[in-house]
């Protein structure tokens, strides 16, 4: 009854939220491709280009919290839905900018927009599935990172060739393309998405067994007022481990079309096609992790591990960024690394914290975290201005998710194993 219950949970509201969350972060990150024609057109140097791709997470640093607040308010499928339709509405009106300003305003406003889908999708998957069972399905949901890339690359590639060819800038109309199928699917959300007790498809004791899964799941945990999880150091330690993986992931998201322009391909379409390859390689990774991780229980070694793979990754990036087959194996181990790190990392929270207290919590480790989204990308940028060479910021890339390794291994060492 267990394995068919939840299968039959997985199937209908995982399908619809992998979509949105590809879509979601083809949104955020298409500005990458966008880089290889838009900074000689509007004359953006490294740098600029790094700061607007990263202003769009202080926009979702300060809207974090207030977002999944309202999330658990009004409801997941109304807010979800809302969020969508408004960022997929800036997303595609940022073929309109003409200069660094707006290219900021435009980035920062989407910010604020994508805040609460993320942590309110992963508050959502806990208010279905207990703990044990949460590390699989998030994988699965942030596997859309990978499906982005593998779709998103040779379609983005695809759409700046042609439009290239008929005299119009590609990379405008990318961002109105790529903009539309996200509005589409907001006005969808509330109709598919659902809680235990509104879901027609489930029967009185499919309801029944699942609320007892979560209630058991719970007494496992400590319960906590609002305002003391701000003071709850786990959740700060989280939120520092959670900035050295998105360090590397947004160093991949922003720069993998510039680091295999740098390899030698210089077609865009072969750009975008060869993007694929590094996020192929990943899905098969994070699926095959997260459930060994679920399988044995064990989450310590396997984070670990992966941080390792990604370090490895950047470092031979950096090393052997000329060569395009070398550079092609160390960006696929770098890429599959760091997506397989971050949903195993989310199984982590609301493992300790549970209900209103879990969903602040991982709105704080998110906001926080993320905030390396903007420090990346600038300082990368502004290494690549400084140096003329991507090695070091690559270098210094590697370095900040070798240490999140190990803020790993200590937090889990010094954590309960009943906890994880």
Not at 80 to 98: D, E, K, P, Q, Y
Not at 158 to 168: C, E, S, V
Not at 237 to 259: D, N, R, V
Not at 299 to 309: A, C, D, Q, T
């Amino acid at each position: 009854m267990n394995d068919s219950i939840y299968k039959k949970v997985s199937w209908r509201i995982m399908p619809f939220l992998l979509i949105c969350y590809t879509l979601a972060y083809l949104d955020r990150v298409n500005v990458s491709f966008a880089k290889i024609q838009m900074v000689s057109d509007l004359s953006l140097s490294e740098t600029v280009y790094g700061f607007g791709a990263g202003i769009f997470f202080i926009g979702y640093f300060i809207f974090e919290v207030p977002s999944n607040y309202l999330l658990v308010k009004i409801g997941p499928s109304r807010w979800l839905g809302f969020l969508m339709v408004v960022w997929g509405v800036l997303s595609a009106c940022t073929m309109f900018i003409n200069s660094a300003n707006e290219y900021y305003v435009l980035r920062f406003t989407l910010g604020l927009a994508e805040a609460g889908f993320f942590p309110g999708v992963i508050y959502y998957l806990s208010e279905w599935y207990p703990s044990y069972k949460r590390a699989k399905v998030t994988a699965i949901f942030f596997s859309a990172t990978a499906i982005s890339g593998i779709l998103g690359g040779p379609i983005s590639g695809f759409i700046m060739d042609i439009f290239n060819q008929y005299h119009y800038d590609g990379w405008r109309m990318l961002f109105l393309i790529e903009g539309i199928p996200t509005i589409i699917l907001g006005f969808l959300a509330p109709k598919i998405l659902s809680s235990i007790d509104k879901a027609k498809w489930l029967n009185q004791q499919e309801r029944e067994y699942l609320h007892q899964q979560l209630k058991q799941d719970q007494l496992n945990h400590q319960q906590y007022k609002k305002m003391t999880i701000f003071l709850d150091i786990r959740v700060w330690w989280l939120s520092l481990i959670y900035f050295c993986g998105i360090t590397g992931l947004y160093a991949i998201s922003f720069y993998l079309p510039t680091l295999i322009e740098d390899s030698g391909v210089t077609n865009i379409f072969m750009i975008g096609a060869i993007s694929a390859i590094p996020y192929i390689f990943a899905v098969i990774v994070m699926i095959a992790v997260g459930a060994s991780s679920d399988y044995f229980k064990e989450r310590k070694y396997h984070l670990v591990g992966i941080s390792v793979m990604a370090v490895i990754g950047f470092v031979g990036i950096g090393l052997f960024g000329g060569n395009t087959y070398l550079a092609l194996i160390f960006m696929s181990l770098a890429t599959a690394g760091i997506l397989t790190l971050i949903p195993l990392f989310w199984s982590l929270p609301a493992v300790i914290l549970s209900g209103m207290a879990a969903a602040i919590a991982i709105a704080i480790i998110n906001s926080v975290g993320n905030l390396s989204g903007f420090v990346t990308p600038y300082l990368v940028g502004y290494i690549i201005d400084s140096t003329a060479s991507i090695s070091f910021a690559l270098y210094m890339v590697a370095a900040v998710v070798l240490i999140g390794a190990i803020l790993i291994y200590i937090f889990l060492t010094k954590t309960s194993k009943r906890e994880i």
